[in-house]
Each structure stands twice: as C-alpha cells, then as structure tokens.
C-alpha cells in the first residue's frame, strides 16, 4: 500500500529561525512526484514546493527548500528564516501514477514573535 | 475563472436533508478533484475526474455520495440523506495535466476554499 506519514502534529518556531517539517512515505514506484502544500487559516490549500522523484538535486523556493532522500523515502521541508504569515497546516502529498495525489495528516506550524 | 470557486462556503443542514456542492474549476482545466477534510485530519480522496467522467470514484464513502462533472467543467458533488459523520470541510481541486513531465504529471493541483458541511 502506498502511504504518507507526518509525525509531528504540531511545531513551533521562533520567528526568523529555521524549522524542519518532517514527511515518509511508502510505495514501490520509482518515478513519482512529491509537493508541499500550505493550507492558512483561509483553508485554501497552496503549493508550496515540488520535487521530481528521478531527479537528486533537492528543490528550492526562496526560504523554503527540501531534503529528499528517495532510498529513505523521505521528504523533509525546511523553512529559513520563519514568518509570521508562515503560520499554517502544511501537507506532504506524494503523487503516483497520473493523478494519484495522497495527502499526509498534516503538521500544525506555530510562528512565535 | 482566475480560480477555482466553491459553493456555498458554508451549509448548515438538518440530518436526512440531501446537499449540493459546486465547484467551479479554472477554465481549461481537465482534471478535477473532490476531497474531504475533517476537523484535524489529513485530505481524504473522494473523487477524481478526467473531462467528464470519473475513472476513480472509489473514495466516496458511500451510496449516498454522487458526483457529476457537465461541459468539462462545473462539478457537483451530491450528499443524500445527510448524517453527522458527514459534517466535513469538503475541497475541490482542479489541474491541466499537460504532455511532459512538469507540464504533465508533476503538475500540481489548484484548491478552492472549500465548502463547510455542517450537519445538525
């Protein structure tokens, strides 16, 4: 079975600080795709960044970046120097085959001023 | 439309009373999803459409969940018969799976901001 784990219901950090947001997953396929979405307080869901499975440079968009480590599964996000507007729910969704998108059950992120 | 849109943004029903939910995808977007989030819970798959038919209707929980997409376009998502289990946030995404790789599969989805269900 294909699934997705994020073990940390809830984070906090310092604004200005880095925090890691920590994903897993497991399938077979070798060739897949893997997001980071942000849901604020709004509840619509934003994409926050991407990553090709068959390709080992991590991504990166501005302060937020990823540490894929595909023999792990694993699929880490990281965002530098915290915001106050970062507060949100932040979903891991890998995407197998055409349109398979499995969202994780999110972590909570807390930005402390 | 600029983007995906949703309604209503929020439904107050009685239990037994059947609801309707639209979405209203960005134009030109062939590939339209429904998902349900409950209150501090992951997304859970409802359905998934390609142009006007479902190749994978096998997240809705049950007979009295239906969905229908016309014109390539619009989608309702119908709950008979409502119950309380059924009061959820209910998402609707949309994405143009185009030819290549970012322009196809690694192509991502465009959310609405949902439609509240709260069932009495």
């Known amino acids: 079975a294909q699934t997705v784990t994020q073990s940390q219901p809830e984070m906090s950090v310092q604004e200005a600080e880095t925090v890691t947001l920590s994903c897993t997953y497991d399938t077979s396929e070798s060739d897949y795709y893997l997001f980071w979405y942000k849901q604020p307080p709004s509840r619509q869901m934003i994409l926050v960044i991407r990553q090709e499975a068959y390709k080992q440079q991590n991504a990166t968009e501005n302060r937020f970046s990823v540490n894929f480590q595909k023999a792990a599964k694993s699929f880490s996000l990281k965002i530098s120097d915290s915001q106050l507007g970062d507060a949100a729910m932040y979903f891991c969704a890998p995407k197998w085959g055409t349109y398979k998108y499995i969202f994780g059950t999110g972590t909570r992120l807390k930005v402390l001023a | 439309g600029a983007g995906v849109s949703q309604s209503p943004s929020n439904k107050v029903t009685e239990k037994g009373k059947d609801v309707e939910l639209r979405c209203d995808p960005i134009?030109?977007?062939?590939?339209l999803y429904w998902y349900r989030q409950s209150l501090g819970q992951g997304l859970e798959f409802l359905i998934y459409?390609?142009?006007?038919?479902?190749?994978?209707k096998s997240g809705l929980p049950s007979d009295r969940f239906s969905a229908e997409r016309t014109g390539g376009s619009v989608s309702t998502l119908t709950i008979q018969r409502t119950q309380q289990e059924d009061s959820a946030v209910y998402l609707c995404?949309?994405?143009?799976?185009?030819?290549?790789?970012?322009?196809?599969?690694?192509?991502?989805?465009?959310f609405g901001e949902g439609s509240r269900l709260t069932v009495l």
């Open positions: 134009s030109g977007h062939t590939a």
């Open positions: 995404a949309s994405s143009n799976p185009g030819p290549g790789r970012t322009g196809g599969a690694g192509r991502e989805l465009f």
């Open positions: 459409f390609q142009g006007n038919s479902a190749p994978d």
